[in-house]
Protein backbone atom coordinates (compact mmCIF):
# COMPACT_ATOMS: atom_id res chain seq x y z
CA UNK A 1 0.00 0.00 0.00
CA UNK A 2 1.01 3.50 -0.77
CA UNK A 3 2.45 5.78 1.86
CA UNK A 4 0.66 8.57 1.13
CA UNK A 5 -2.88 7.64 1.62
CA UNK A 6 -1.95 6.69 5.52
CA UNK A 7 0.30 10.09 5.63
CA UNK A 8 -2.99 12.26 4.56
CA UNK A 9 -5.47 10.01 7.05
CA UNK A 10 -2.98 10.47 9.82
CA UNK A 11 -2.91 13.84 9.37
CA UNK A 12 -6.39 14.55 9.12
CA UNK A 13 -7.18 12.41 12.16
CA UNK A 14 -4.66 14.24 14.16
CA UNK A 15 -5.73 17.90 12.77
CA UNK A 16 -9.44 17.52 13.12
CA UNK A 17 -8.73 16.37 17.36
CA UNK A 18 -7.52 19.02 18.69
CA UNK A 19 -9.67 21.57 16.68
CA UNK A 20 -12.70 19.83 17.47
CA UNK A 21 -11.45 20.16 21.22
CA UNK A 22 -10.68 23.52 21.14
CA UNK A 23 -14.04 24.33 19.21
CA UNK A 24 -15.61 22.72 22.44
CA UNK A 25 -13.72 24.31 24.82
CA UNK A 26 -14.40 27.78 23.65
CA UNK A 27 -18.07 27.07 23.51
CA UNK A 28 -17.82 26.62 26.96
CA UNK A 29 -20.48 23.95 27.78
CA UNK A 30 -19.00 21.53 30.81
CA UNK A 31 -21.12 18.25 29.61
CA UNK A 32 -19.49 18.52 26.21
CA UNK A 33 -15.68 19.04 27.89
CA UNK A 34 -16.94 15.75 30.12
CA UNK A 35 -17.88 13.49 26.99
CA UNK A 36 -14.87 15.14 24.87
CA UNK A 37 -12.32 14.24 27.09
CA UNK A 38 -13.70 10.62 27.69
CA UNK A 39 -13.40 10.22 23.43
CA UNK A 40 -10.15 11.31 23.50
CA UNK A 41 -8.52 9.21 25.58
CA UNK A 42 -9.94 6.32 23.41
CA UNK A 43 -9.66 8.37 20.27
CA UNK A 44 -5.70 9.30 20.60
CA UNK A 45 -4.58 5.73 21.37
CA UNK A 46 -6.82 4.45 18.58
CA UNK A 47 -5.27 6.26 16.01
CA UNK A 48 -2.18 5.82 16.86
CA UNK A 49 -1.96 1.79 17.59
CA UNK A 50 -3.84 2.26 13.80
CA UNK A 51 -1.04 4.06 11.90
CA UNK A 52 2.06 4.29 13.37
CA UNK A 53 2.52 0.55 12.56
CA UNK A 54 1.07 1.91 8.69
CA UNK A 55 3.83 4.34 8.71
CA UNK A 56 6.77 2.92 10.85
CA UNK A 57 6.82 -0.23 8.76
CA UNK A 58 10.55 -1.44 7.24
CA UNK A 59 11.21 1.60 4.72
CA UNK A 60 8.93 3.72 5.92
CA UNK A 61 8.76 7.01 8.70
CA UNK A 62 10.82 6.58 11.62
CA UNK A 63 9.10 7.22 15.18
CA UNK A 64 10.83 10.56 15.49
CA UNK A 65 9.15 11.66 12.34
CA UNK A 66 5.88 10.34 12.81
CA UNK A 67 5.97 12.36 16.18
CA UNK A 68 7.30 15.58 14.67
CA UNK A 69 4.62 14.95 11.91
CA UNK A 70 2.21 14.51 14.53
CA UNK A 71 3.55 17.88 16.83
CA UNK A 72 3.42 20.04 13.56
CA UNK A 73 -0.41 19.24 12.80
CA UNK A 74 -1.19 19.55 15.73
CA UNK A 75 -0.05 22.91 16.47
CA UNK A 76 -1.54 24.05 12.57
CA UNK A 77 -5.23 23.00 13.96
CA UNK A 78 -4.63 24.51 17.36
CA UNK A 79 -3.63 28.00 15.51
CA UNK A 80 -6.31 27.29 12.40
CA UNK A 81 -8.88 27.00 15.03
CA UNK A 82 -7.58 29.87 16.71
CA UNK A 83 -7.38 32.13 13.85
CA UNK A 84 -11.41 30.63 12.64
CA UNK A 85 -12.62 31.26 15.67
CA UNK A 86 -11.85 34.53 16.84
CA UNK A 87 -13.14 35.46 13.03
CA UNK A 88 -16.38 34.06 13.25
CA UNK A 89 -16.72 35.37 17.51
CA UNK A 90 -19.51 38.51 17.97
CA UNK A 91 -17.60 41.01 19.51
CA UNK A 92 -19.43 44.26 20.50
CA UNK A 93 -18.96 47.28 22.25
CA UNK A 94 -22.28 48.73 24.12
CA UNK A 95 -22.67 52.14 25.60
CA UNK A 96 -24.96 54.16 26.95
CA UNK A 97 -24.13 58.44 27.04
CA UNK A 98 -25.64 61.73 28.17
CA UNK A 99 -25.03 64.75 26.83
CA UNK A 100 -24.05 66.12 30.05
CA UNK A 101 -23.34 64.68 33.72
CA UNK A 102 -25.25 66.91 35.66
CA UNK A 103 -28.74 68.61 35.33
CA UNK A 104 -30.85 71.51 36.65
CA UNK A 105 -34.79 70.08 37.74
CA UNK A 106 -36.64 70.67 34.80
CA UNK A 107 -34.16 69.98 32.09
CA UNK A 108 -34.59 67.17 29.12
CA UNK A 109 -31.81 64.71 29.11
CA UNK A 110 -30.52 63.57 25.69
CA UNK A 111 -29.68 60.00 26.10
CA UNK A 112 -27.96 57.79 23.47
CA UNK A 113 -27.31 54.25 22.69
CA UNK A 114 -25.03 52.88 20.78
CA UNK A 115 -24.33 48.85 19.58
CA UNK A 116 -20.85 48.82 17.70
CA UNK A 117 -19.86 45.25 16.14
CA UNK A 118 -15.95 45.29 16.82
CA UNK A 119 -15.67 41.61 14.94
CA UNK A 120 -13.92 40.81 11.56
CA UNK A 121 -17.22 39.77 10.18
CA UNK A 122 -21.44 40.33 9.86
CA UNK A 123 -22.91 39.78 12.83
CA UNK A 124 -26.48 39.50 13.70
CA UNK A 125 -28.55 38.92 17.30
CA UNK A 126 -32.63 38.84 17.77
CA UNK A 127 -34.48 41.33 20.61
CA UNK A 128 -37.14 40.57 22.25
CA UNK A 129 -38.37 43.98 21.14
CA UNK A 130 -38.69 45.66 18.27
CA UNK A 131 -36.50 48.83 18.83
CA UNK A 132 -34.34 47.25 19.99
CA UNK A 133 -33.35 49.06 22.71
CA UNK A 134 -35.18 49.87 26.49
CA UNK A 135 -33.73 52.77 28.17
CA UNK A 136 -34.97 52.79 32.20
CA UNK A 137 -34.03 55.58 34.36
CA UNK A 138 -33.99 54.69 38.21
CA UNK A 139 -33.92 56.92 41.17
CA UNK A 140 -31.23 56.76 43.74
CA UNK A 141 -32.19 58.19 47.52
CA UNK A 142 -29.40 59.32 49.81
CA UNK A 143 -31.32 58.06 52.89
CA UNK A 144 -30.95 54.26 51.03
CA UNK A 145 -28.76 54.15 48.61
CA UNK A 146 -29.33 50.73 47.29
CA UNK A 147 -32.73 50.69 46.77
CA UNK A 148 -33.37 52.03 43.11
CA UNK A 149 -37.36 53.31 42.11
CA UNK A 150 -37.86 53.36 38.43
CA UNK A 151 -39.34 56.80 37.25
CA UNK A 152 -38.89 56.71 33.54
CA UNK A 153 -38.64 53.85 30.38
CA UNK A 154 -38.52 54.13 27.02
CA UNK A 155 -41.92 53.23 25.15
CA UNK A 156 -41.77 49.24 23.64
CA UNK A 157 -43.27 46.92 21.47
CA UNK A 158 -42.80 43.03 22.54
CA UNK A 159 -41.77 41.54 18.89
CA UNK A 160 -38.95 39.34 17.91
CA UNK A 161 -36.87 41.45 15.28
CA UNK A 162 -33.39 40.04 13.80
CA UNK A 163 -30.95 42.93 13.33
CA UNK A 164 -27.68 42.69 11.36
CA UNK A 165 -24.54 44.68 11.66
CA UNK A 166 -21.40 44.62 9.21
CA UNK A 167 -18.12 45.02 10.76
CA UNK A 168 -16.83 48.11 12.53
CA UNK A 169 -20.33 49.70 11.98
CA UNK A 170 -22.71 50.56 14.58
CA UNK A 171 -26.38 51.74 15.18
CA UNK A 172 -27.64 54.51 17.51
CA UNK A 173 -30.51 55.06 18.96
CA UNK A 174 -31.68 58.74 20.86
CA UNK A 175 -33.71 59.03 24.02
CA UNK A 176 -35.20 61.98 25.42
CA UNK A 177 -36.07 62.27 29.18
CA UNK A 178 -37.59 65.64 30.40
CA UNK A 179 -37.70 64.43 33.53
CA UNK A 180 -41.37 63.62 34.14
CA UNK A 181 -42.44 60.06 36.12
CA UNK A 182 -43.91 58.07 34.30
CA UNK A 183 -45.80 56.77 37.16
CA UNK A 184 -46.93 60.24 39.08
CA UNK A 185 -46.73 62.43 35.89
CA UNK A 186 -48.79 65.31 38.48
CA UNK A 187 -45.52 64.98 40.82
CA UNK A 188 -41.97 66.72 39.92
CA UNK A 189 -39.08 64.50 40.14
CA UNK A 190 -36.67 65.01 43.23
CA UNK A 191 -33.29 66.67 42.54
CA UNK A 192 -30.63 63.77 43.13
CA UNK A 193 -28.84 61.10 42.12
CA UNK A 194 -30.22 59.25 38.88
CA UNK A 195 -29.51 56.22 36.71
CA UNK A 196 -29.84 55.68 32.98
CA UNK A 197 -30.06 52.12 31.94
CA UNK A 198 -29.42 50.84 28.46
CA UNK A 199 -30.92 47.08 27.56
CA UNK A 200 -31.60 45.20 24.65
CA UNK A 201 -33.20 41.96 25.83
CA UNK A 202 -33.32 38.49 24.82
CA UNK A 203 -35.81 36.57 22.75
CA UNK A 204 -36.57 34.27 25.95
CA UNK A 205 -35.92 36.87 28.46
CA UNK A 206 -38.55 39.03 30.66
CA UNK A 207 -38.00 42.53 30.10
CA UNK A 208 -34.93 43.69 32.17
CA UNK A 209 -33.47 39.88 32.92
CA UNK A 210 -31.45 38.26 30.66
CA UNK A 211 -30.62 40.79 28.33
CA UNK A 212 -28.33 40.30 25.69
CA UNK A 213 -26.70 43.79 26.29
CA UNK A 214 -26.68 46.10 29.23
CA UNK A 215 -25.29 49.15 30.32
CA UNK A 216 -25.59 52.28 32.62
CA UNK A 217 -24.26 55.74 33.91
CA UNK A 218 -25.45 58.09 36.52
CA UNK A 219 -26.37 61.61 36.65
CA UNK A 220 -26.90 64.56 38.81
CA UNK A 221 -30.26 66.82 38.68
CA UNK A 222 -29.94 69.71 41.13
CA UNK A 223 -31.55 72.09 41.98
CA UNK A 224 -32.13 75.25 39.49
Not at 84 to 95: D, Y
Request: proline fraction near 6%; charged fraction near 15%.
Amino acid sequence: MSLRLPIVLFCLAIFILPAVGLVVLFMGKPVLVFWLLFVYLMAYPLVYAFFVPLLTGVGKLSHKKVFVLSLGVTMTAIVVTNAFWTIITPKWSFSVVTDKTTYVLGESVKITVTLKNLGFIAHSFKSGVSDPVIVSVEYQPTENPTILSQVWYSPFHKDITEFRIAPNQSFERNFIWNQTNVYFPEKEIKPGRYHMKALIPSVDSTIGYDNLFAAWLSINILLA
